[in-house]
Protein backbone atom coordinates (compact mmCIF):
# COMPACT_ATOMS: atom_id res chain seq x y z
CA UNK A 1 0.00 0.00 0.00
CA UNK A 2 1.60 3.45 -1.29
CA UNK A 3 2.23 5.90 1.93
CA UNK A 4 2.24 9.42 2.48
CA UNK A 5 5.60 10.31 0.61
CA UNK A 6 5.17 14.25 1.14
CA UNK A 7 7.31 17.21 2.87
CA UNK A 8 5.69 20.24 4.03
CA UNK A 9 7.95 21.68 1.63
CA UNK A 10 5.91 20.16 -1.27
CA UNK A 11 3.23 21.72 -0.14
CA UNK A 12 4.30 24.96 1.12
CA UNK A 13 6.52 26.52 -1.71
CA UNK A 14 7.16 29.81 -2.42
CA UNK A 15 6.40 31.40 -6.37
CA UNK A 16 4.94 33.56 -8.14
CA UNK A 17 1.45 33.72 -9.73
CA UNK A 18 -0.99 33.38 -10.86
CA UNK A 19 -1.50 29.59 -11.03
CA UNK A 20 0.88 26.65 -9.40
CA UNK A 21 -0.18 24.09 -12.06
CA UNK A 22 0.14 26.49 -14.72
CA UNK A 23 2.78 28.74 -14.29
CA UNK A 24 5.07 27.03 -11.43
CA UNK A 25 4.77 24.07 -12.61
CA UNK A 26 5.68 24.77 -16.20
CA UNK A 27 8.65 26.80 -15.22
CA UNK A 28 9.77 24.10 -12.79
CA UNK A 29 9.31 21.55 -16.26
CA UNK A 30 11.75 24.12 -18.41
CA UNK A 31 14.42 24.17 -15.61
CA UNK A 32 14.65 20.57 -15.74
CA UNK A 33 14.89 20.31 -19.85
CA UNK A 34 17.50 23.10 -19.92
CA UNK A 35 19.17 21.25 -16.93
CA UNK A 36 18.81 17.98 -19.32
CA UNK A 37 20.21 19.59 -22.31
CA UNK A 38 23.12 20.86 -20.60
CA UNK A 39 25.89 22.78 -22.43
CA UNK A 40 24.44 21.81 -26.32
CA UNK A 41 26.18 24.51 -29.27
CA UNK A 42 24.18 22.40 -31.48
CA UNK A 43 21.29 23.44 -30.18
CA UNK A 44 19.51 26.74 -32.23
CA UNK A 45 15.76 26.56 -31.39
CA UNK A 46 13.47 24.92 -28.47
CA UNK A 47 9.27 24.34 -29.03
CA UNK A 48 6.79 23.45 -26.51
CA UNK A 49 3.43 22.05 -26.76
CA UNK A 50 0.95 22.59 -24.03
CA UNK A 51 -1.64 19.87 -24.23
CA UNK A 52 -5.06 19.74 -21.93
CA UNK A 53 -5.79 22.32 -19.62
CA UNK A 54 -2.40 23.76 -20.35
CA UNK A 55 -3.34 24.25 -23.73
CA UNK A 56 -6.95 25.85 -22.52
CA UNK A 57 -6.71 27.98 -20.33
CA UNK A 58 -2.92 28.42 -20.55
CA UNK A 59 -2.64 32.14 -22.04
CA UNK A 60 -5.08 33.66 -19.06
CA UNK A 61 -2.90 31.50 -16.61
CA UNK A 62 0.60 32.97 -18.08
CA UNK A 63 1.78 29.92 -18.80
CA UNK A 64 3.85 31.36 -22.30
CA UNK A 65 4.96 34.00 -19.83
CA UNK A 66 6.33 31.16 -17.23
CA UNK A 67 8.41 29.24 -19.84
CA UNK A 68 9.61 32.70 -21.39
CA UNK A 69 11.23 33.08 -17.78
CA UNK A 70 12.95 30.05 -18.15
CA UNK A 71 14.17 29.94 -21.75
CA UNK A 72 16.81 31.46 -22.88
CA UNK A 73 15.30 34.24 -25.41
CA UNK A 74 17.61 33.34 -28.44
CA UNK A 75 16.06 29.21 -28.50
CA UNK A 76 12.53 30.35 -27.56
CA UNK A 77 9.41 33.31 -28.38
CA UNK A 78 7.00 32.29 -26.41
CA UNK A 79 4.69 33.94 -29.41
CA UNK A 80 5.23 32.01 -31.86
CA UNK A 81 7.36 29.03 -30.16
CA UNK A 82 4.29 27.40 -28.15
CA UNK A 83 1.48 25.01 -29.96
CA UNK A 84 -1.63 25.46 -27.64
CA UNK A 85 -3.16 21.97 -27.87
CA UNK A 86 -6.38 21.67 -25.49
CA UNK A 87 -7.46 18.41 -26.85
CA UNK A 88 -7.31 16.15 -23.44
CA UNK A 89 -7.32 12.79 -25.11
CA UNK A 90 -4.81 10.15 -24.38
CA UNK A 91 -2.47 12.52 -22.16
CA UNK A 92 -1.18 11.14 -19.20
CA UNK A 93 -2.32 13.72 -17.55
CA UNK A 94 -4.45 16.86 -18.10
CA UNK A 95 -1.67 19.37 -17.49
CA UNK A 96 1.01 17.33 -20.10
CA UNK A 97 3.98 19.56 -22.21
CA UNK A 98 5.98 18.54 -24.67
CA UNK A 99 9.39 20.45 -24.97
CA UNK A 100 11.60 19.79 -28.22
CA UNK A 101 14.96 21.24 -28.69
CA UNK A 102 16.16 20.81 -32.70
CA UNK A 103 19.11 22.41 -34.40
CA UNK A 104 20.02 24.07 -37.29
CA UNK A 105 17.93 22.11 -39.54
CA UNK A 106 15.05 21.03 -37.65
CA UNK A 107 16.70 17.99 -36.06
CA UNK A 108 15.02 17.21 -32.94
CA UNK A 109 17.87 16.80 -30.23
CA UNK A 110 15.92 16.30 -27.29
CA UNK A 111 12.17 15.93 -26.19
CA UNK A 112 11.09 15.37 -22.82
CA UNK A 113 7.36 14.99 -21.66
CA UNK A 114 6.31 16.43 -18.19
CA UNK A 115 3.10 16.87 -16.23
CA UNK A 116 1.96 19.63 -14.02
CA UNK A 117 0.80 17.18 -10.76
CA UNK A 118 -0.81 20.38 -8.92
CA UNK A 119 1.08 22.59 -6.87
CA UNK A 120 3.66 23.36 -8.80
CA UNK A 121 4.89 19.91 -8.30
CA UNK A 122 5.90 18.38 -11.81
CA UNK A 123 6.90 14.57 -12.98
CA UNK A 124 8.53 13.81 -16.08
CA UNK A 125 7.23 10.89 -18.42
CA UNK A 126 9.55 8.27 -19.78
CA UNK A 127 9.45 6.88 -22.87
CA UNK A 128 7.66 3.66 -21.51
CA UNK A 129 4.85 6.32 -19.51
CA UNK A 130 6.68 5.40 -16.08
CA UNK A 131 6.22 8.80 -14.31
CA UNK A 132 9.79 10.13 -12.78
CA UNK A 133 8.86 12.75 -9.63
CA UNK A 134 10.89 16.27 -9.07
CA UNK A 135 12.81 15.70 -6.18
CA UNK A 136 13.73 19.48 -5.75
CA UNK A 137 12.18 19.69 -2.83
CA UNK A 138 13.16 18.33 0.39
CA UNK A 139 11.48 14.81 0.52
CA UNK A 140 10.14 13.06 3.36
CA UNK A 141 11.76 10.17 5.42
CA UNK A 142 9.02 8.48 6.84
CA UNK A 143 9.27 7.14 10.10
CA UNK A 144 5.42 6.97 10.32
CA UNK A 145 4.16 4.98 7.27
CA UNK A 146 0.62 6.21 6.93
CA UNK A 147 -1.70 5.67 3.92
CA UNK A 148 -4.90 6.85 6.17
CA UNK A 149 -6.52 9.48 8.23
CA UNK A 150 -7.69 5.97 9.98
CA UNK A 151 -3.73 5.02 10.61
CA UNK A 152 -2.96 8.53 11.70
CA UNK A 153 -5.23 8.57 14.55
CA UNK A 154 -4.36 4.99 15.77
CA UNK A 155 -0.64 6.31 15.60
CA UNK A 156 -1.70 9.45 17.46
CA UNK A 157 -3.30 7.22 20.37
CA UNK A 158 -0.78 4.88 20.85
CA UNK A 159 2.02 7.15 21.37
CA UNK A 160 0.30 10.31 22.32
CA UNK A 161 0.80 12.49 19.42
CA UNK A 162 -0.64 15.43 17.12
CA UNK A 163 -1.22 15.11 13.70
CA UNK A 164 2.07 17.57 13.24
CA UNK A 165 4.43 15.58 15.51
CA UNK A 166 3.71 12.64 12.63
CA UNK A 167 4.48 15.22 9.36
CA UNK A 168 7.66 16.36 11.56
CA UNK A 169 8.87 12.86 12.37
CA UNK A 170 8.66 12.22 8.67
CA UNK A 171 10.66 15.47 7.54
CA UNK A 172 14.52 14.69 6.35
CA UNK A 173 15.36 18.15 8.03
CA UNK A 174 15.86 18.56 11.69
CA UNK A 175 13.60 19.42 13.57
CA UNK A 176 15.07 23.28 13.67
CA UNK A 177 15.62 23.43 10.40
CA UNK A 178 11.90 22.78 9.81
CA UNK A 179 10.65 25.58 12.33
CA UNK A 180 13.01 27.87 10.50
CA UNK A 181 11.87 26.73 7.18
CA UNK A 182 8.41 27.15 8.15
CA UNK A 183 8.97 31.00 9.90
CA UNK A 184 10.07 31.89 6.40
CA UNK A 185 7.35 30.35 4.55
CA UNK A 186 4.98 31.84 7.41
CA UNK A 187 6.34 35.56 6.76
CA UNK A 188 6.36 35.08 2.89
CA UNK A 189 2.68 34.46 3.40
CA UNK A 190 2.44 37.44 5.84
CA UNK A 191 4.04 39.50 3.32
CA UNK A 192 2.05 38.94 0.42
CA UNK A 193 -1.33 39.74 2.62
CA UNK A 194 0.40 42.75 3.79
CA UNK A 195 1.41 44.22 0.16
CA UNK A 196 -2.26 42.47 -1.15
CA UNK A 197 -4.33 45.07 1.56
CA UNK A 198 -1.90 48.00 0.56
CA UNK A 199 -2.15 47.89 -3.36
CA UNK A 200 -4.93 49.80 -5.28
CA UNK A 201 -5.63 49.14 -8.25
CA UNK A 202 -7.06 46.73 -11.36
CA UNK A 203 -5.59 43.16 -12.07
CA UNK A 204 -3.87 42.56 -15.29
CA UNK A 205 -6.09 41.19 -17.93
CA UNK A 206 -9.50 41.70 -19.95
CA UNK A 207 -11.73 41.76 -17.49
CA UNK A 208 -11.00 44.78 -15.43
CA UNK A 209 -11.47 43.20 -11.93
CA UNK A 210 -10.70 45.59 -9.37
CA UNK A 211 -8.52 44.93 -6.03
CA UNK A 212 -10.78 44.89 -3.15
CA UNK A 213 -8.93 43.78 -0.22
CA UNK A 214 -7.24 47.60 0.38
CA UNK A 215 -11.16 48.94 1.17
CA UNK A 216 -11.88 45.44 3.15
CA UNK A 217 -9.27 46.64 5.00
CA UNK A 218 -9.80 49.95 5.59
CA UNK A 219 -13.27 49.43 6.35
CA UNK A 220 -12.58 46.79 9.50
CA UNK A 221 -10.04 49.04 10.95
CA UNK A 222 -12.76 51.93 11.02
CA UNK A 223 -15.96 50.68 12.01
CA UNK A 224 -15.83 47.18 11.60
CA UNK A 225 -17.62 47.32 8.47
CA UNK A 226 -20.85 48.29 10.18
CA UNK A 227 -22.70 48.51 6.87
CA UNK A 228 -22.41 44.87 5.90
CA UNK A 229 -24.69 42.06 8.01
CA UNK A 230 -21.59 40.22 8.94
CA UNK A 231 -20.00 42.14 12.08
CA UNK A 232 -17.43 39.93 13.08
CA UNK A 233 -14.08 40.76 13.62
CA UNK A 234 -12.30 37.51 12.64
CA UNK A 235 -14.14 36.51 9.36
CA UNK A 236 -14.25 40.26 8.61
CA UNK A 237 -10.55 40.05 8.58
CA UNK A 238 -10.50 36.71 6.94
CA UNK A 239 -12.65 38.60 4.00
CA UNK A 240 -9.62 41.26 3.41
CA UNK A 241 -6.67 38.86 3.90
CA UNK A 242 -7.94 35.92 1.58
CA UNK A 243 -8.71 38.83 -1.21
CA UNK A 244 -5.52 40.46 -0.65
CA UNK A 245 -3.53 36.71 -1.25
CA UNK A 246 -5.68 35.91 -3.76
CA UNK A 247 -5.32 39.41 -5.26
CA UNK A 248 -1.08 39.77 -5.27
CA UNK A 249 -1.82 35.70 -7.05
CA UNK A 250 -3.65 37.40 -9.99
CA UNK A 251 -1.35 40.40 -10.17
CA UNK A 252 1.68 37.71 -10.46
CA UNK A 253 2.95 38.69 -7.38
CA UNK A 254 5.19 36.02 -4.89
CA UNK A 255 2.76 33.88 -2.95
CA UNK A 256 3.21 30.66 -1.34
CA UNK A 257 1.49 27.77 -2.81
CA UNK A 258 -1.62 25.84 -0.26
CA UNK A 259 -1.26 23.64 -1.53
CA UNK A 260 -2.08 25.62 -4.89
CA UNK A 261 -2.02 29.28 -6.11
CA UNK A 262 -5.33 29.48 -7.39
CA UNK A 263 -5.63 28.08 -3.37
CA UNK A 264 -3.34 30.05 -1.66
CA UNK A 265 -5.40 32.50 0.28
CA UNK A 266 -7.57 30.32 2.52
CA UNK A 267 -4.89 28.90 4.87
CA UNK A 268 -3.24 32.27 5.34
CA UNK A 269 -6.45 34.32 5.89
CA UNK A 270 -7.72 32.34 8.64
CA UNK A 271 -4.52 31.55 10.26
CA UNK A 272 -3.19 35.30 10.11
CA UNK A 273 -6.64 36.76 11.25
CA UNK A 274 -5.85 33.65 14.06
CA UNK A 275 -2.99 34.93 15.17
CA UNK A 276 -3.96 38.39 14.50
CA UNK A 277 -7.07 38.11 17.11
CA UNK A 278 -6.26 35.07 19.19
CA UNK A 279 -2.56 35.83 19.66
CA UNK A 280 -1.42 32.63 18.08
CA UNK A 281 2.48 32.16 18.38
CA UNK A 282 4.41 31.20 15.06
CA UNK A 283 5.55 28.31 16.45
CA UNK A 284 1.43 27.26 16.94
CA UNK A 285 1.32 28.62 13.06
CA UNK A 286 4.47 26.14 12.02
CA UNK A 287 2.50 22.94 13.78
CA UNK A 288 -0.34 24.29 11.45
CA UNK A 289 1.19 24.58 9.08
CA UNK A 290 2.70 20.99 9.02
CA UNK A 291 -0.50 19.50 10.41
CA UNK A 292 -2.68 20.74 7.10
CA UNK A 293 0.44 19.18 5.15
CA UNK A 294 -0.65 15.96 6.51
CA UNK A 295 -4.39 16.31 5.24
CA UNK A 296 -2.93 17.79 1.83
CA UNK A 297 -0.60 14.41 1.56
CA UNK A 298 -3.29 12.17 2.00
CA UNK A 299 -5.42 13.78 -0.38
CA UNK A 300 -2.94 13.77 -2.58
CA UNK A 301 -2.06 10.25 -2.31
CA UNK A 302 -5.76 8.98 -3.03
CA UNK A 303 -6.94 11.96 -5.17
CA UNK A 304 -5.23 15.03 -6.53
CA UNK A 305 -4.82 18.40 -5.44
CA UNK A 306 -4.89 19.50 -9.25
CA UNK A 307 -8.06 21.56 -10.80
CA UNK A 308 -7.36 20.12 -13.44
CA UNK A 309 -8.02 16.13 -12.27
CA UNK A 310 -10.31 17.02 -9.48
CA UNK A 311 -12.24 20.22 -10.42
CA UNK A 312 -12.09 23.30 -7.58
CA UNK A 313 -13.12 21.08 -4.91
CA UNK A 314 -9.18 20.00 -5.34
CA UNK A 315 -7.97 23.21 -4.98
CA UNK A 316 -10.00 25.20 -2.38
CA UNK A 317 -11.37 22.50 -1.06
CA UNK A 318 -8.60 20.98 0.12
CA UNK A 319 -7.42 23.73 1.08
CA UNK A 320 -10.21 24.13 3.36
CA UNK A 321 -10.43 20.72 5.07
CA UNK A 322 -5.97 21.57 5.60
CA UNK A 323 -6.76 25.00 6.91
CA UNK A 324 -9.72 23.63 9.69
CA UNK A 325 -7.36 21.00 10.49
CA UNK A 326 -4.91 22.91 11.22
CA UNK A 327 -6.78 25.44 13.29
CA UNK A 328 -7.78 22.79 15.34
CA UNK A 329 -4.16 21.49 16.38
CA UNK A 330 -3.50 25.42 17.00
CA UNK A 331 -6.38 26.02 19.47
CA UNK A 332 -5.32 22.56 21.47
CA UNK A 333 -8.08 20.19 19.90
CA UNK A 334 -7.49 16.51 19.87
CA UNK A 335 -6.15 14.70 16.64
CA UNK A 336 -9.99 13.04 15.86
CA UNK A 337 -11.09 16.51 16.39
CA UNK A 338 -8.97 17.30 13.73
CA UNK A 339 -9.52 14.56 11.31
CA UNK A 340 -13.39 16.03 11.95
CA UNK A 341 -12.94 19.39 11.03
CA UNK A 342 -10.72 18.49 7.57
CA UNK A 343 -13.43 16.00 6.97
CA UNK A 344 -16.08 18.56 7.21
CA UNK A 345 -14.97 21.22 5.78
CA UNK A 346 -13.52 18.97 2.60
CA UNK A 347 -17.41 17.46 2.16
CA UNK A 348 -18.88 20.96 1.97
CA UNK A 349 -16.91 21.57 -0.87
CA UNK A 350 -17.57 18.36 -2.69
CA UNK A 351 -18.79 18.74 -6.54
CA UNK A 352 -17.17 22.29 -6.85
CA UNK A 353 -16.00 22.68 -10.44
CA UNK A 354 -13.27 24.63 -11.77
CA UNK A 355 -14.35 27.11 -14.19
CA UNK A 356 -12.33 30.42 -14.41
CA UNK A 357 -14.04 32.97 -16.53
CA UNK A 358 -11.44 33.86 -19.29
CA UNK A 359 -9.02 31.12 -18.00
CA UNK A 360 -7.64 33.82 -15.56
CA UNK A 361 -7.19 33.03 -11.60
CA UNK A 362 -9.68 35.76 -11.41
CA UNK A 363 -13.65 34.97 -11.16
CA UNK A 364 -14.35 32.97 -9.37
CA UNK A 365 -11.27 32.28 -7.52
CA UNK A 366 -10.93 35.43 -5.66
CA UNK A 367 -14.13 34.97 -3.56
CA UNK A 368 -13.65 31.32 -3.58
CA UNK A 369 -11.06 31.65 -1.18
CA UNK A 370 -12.61 34.20 0.97
CA UNK A 371 -15.57 31.31 0.83
CA UNK A 372 -13.08 28.09 1.75
CA UNK A 373 -11.39 30.23 4.78
CA UNK A 374 -14.37 30.87 6.16
CA UNK A 375 -15.94 27.29 5.60
CA UNK A 376 -12.43 26.28 7.25
CA UNK A 377 -13.36 28.48 10.36
CA UNK A 378 -16.50 27.24 10.97
CA UNK A 379 -15.55 23.41 10.15
CA UNK A 380 -12.58 23.84 13.29
CA UNK A 381 -15.47 25.33 15.19
CA UNK A 382 -17.71 22.88 14.58
CA UNK A 383 -15.26 19.91 15.13
CA UNK A 384 -14.16 21.63 18.58
CA UNK A 385 -17.78 21.39 19.39
CA UNK A 386 -17.90 17.89 19.55
CA UNK A 387 -15.76 14.82 20.65
CA UNK A 388 -14.64 14.50 17.44
CA UNK A 389 -17.08 11.36 16.48
CA UNK A 390 -19.05 11.68 12.98
CA UNK A 391 -20.50 9.66 10.60
CA UNK A 392 -18.24 10.21 7.51
CA UNK A 393 -14.51 9.77 7.49
CA UNK A 394 -12.30 12.06 6.20
CA UNK A 395 -10.95 8.82 4.27
CA UNK A 396 -13.96 8.54 3.04
CA UNK A 397 -14.90 12.05 2.10
CA UNK A 398 -11.20 11.79 0.20
CA UNK A 399 -12.34 8.76 -1.95
CA UNK A 400 -15.58 10.95 -2.51
CA UNK A 401 -13.71 13.76 -3.72
CA UNK A 402 -11.56 11.34 -6.37
CA UNK A 403 -14.73 9.51 -7.54
CA UNK A 404 -16.63 12.50 -8.47
CA UNK A 405 -13.54 14.24 -9.83
CA UNK A 406 -12.80 11.37 -12.27
CA UNK A 407 -16.77 11.64 -12.90
CA UNK A 408 -16.73 15.38 -13.81
CA UNK A 409 -16.61 16.13 -17.33
CA UNK A 410 -13.41 18.06 -18.36
CA UNK A 411 -15.38 20.86 -19.22
CA UNK A 412 -15.50 21.57 -15.60
CA UNK A 413 -11.47 21.12 -14.88
CA UNK A 414 -9.77 24.42 -15.69
CA UNK A 415 -10.48 24.36 -19.37
CA UNK A 416 -12.76 27.43 -19.17
CA UNK A 417 -15.04 25.61 -21.23
CA UNK A 418 -18.12 24.72 -18.65
CA UNK A 419 -19.78 26.77 -15.88
CA UNK A 420 -19.27 30.33 -14.83
CA UNK A 421 -16.87 30.48 -17.95
CA UNK A 422 -19.40 29.50 -20.39
CA UNK A 423 -22.02 31.33 -19.31
CA UNK A 424 -19.82 34.62 -19.02
CA UNK A 425 -19.01 34.10 -23.01
CA UNK A 426 -22.30 32.69 -24.46
CA UNK A 427 -25.08 35.03 -22.72
CA UNK A 428 -27.60 32.84 -24.67
CA UNK A 429 -27.12 30.33 -21.72
CA UNK A 430 -28.37 32.49 -19.00
CA UNK A 431 -32.56 32.50 -18.72
CA UNK A 432 -33.98 35.81 -17.04
S1 LIG B 1 -11.76 27.80 -9.99
FE1 LIG B 1 -10.62 26.90 -8.25
S2 LIG B 1 -9.40 25.24 -9.15
FE2 LIG B 1 -10.09 26.57 -10.84
S3 LIG B 1 -8.40 28.01 -11.19
FE3 LIG B 1 -9.87 28.97 -9.77
S4 LIG B 1 -9.11 28.43 -7.70
FE4 LIG B 1 -8.07 27.05 -9.15
Redesign the pocket.
Known amino acids: MATVQTSVFDIFKIGVGP?S?HTMGPMRAAQLFINALGKNNAIKHIRARLHGSLGA?GRG?ATDRALQRVLPEQLFNSDTDIEWLPDSQDLPHPNTLDLIAEDVNGTVLLEQRYVSVGGGLVEQVMPDGTRVRDCQFVPARPVHHVSSAAEILTICKAHQLKWSDIQLSNEALTHEEVFAKLNEIWKTMRDCIQRGISTEGQLPGPLGVRRRAPEAYRRLLKDGDNRAPLRDPLELRIHAYALAV?EENAAGGVVVTAP????AGVLPAAYAACQDIHGLTDEQIARGLLTASLIAGLIKLHASL???E???????GSAAAMAAGGLVEMFGGTPEQVEMAAEIALEHHLG?????VGGL??I??IE??VMGAVKALHAATMAMRSEGTHLVSLDRAIFAMRDIGRDMHTRY??TAQGGLAKVMVDGSHVRC
Do not use: F, L
Request: proline letters at 6%; glycine letters at 12%; hydrophobic letters at 20%.
Open positions: SSTHNTNGASGAMGCQGEVMTCDPVQPCRNKE
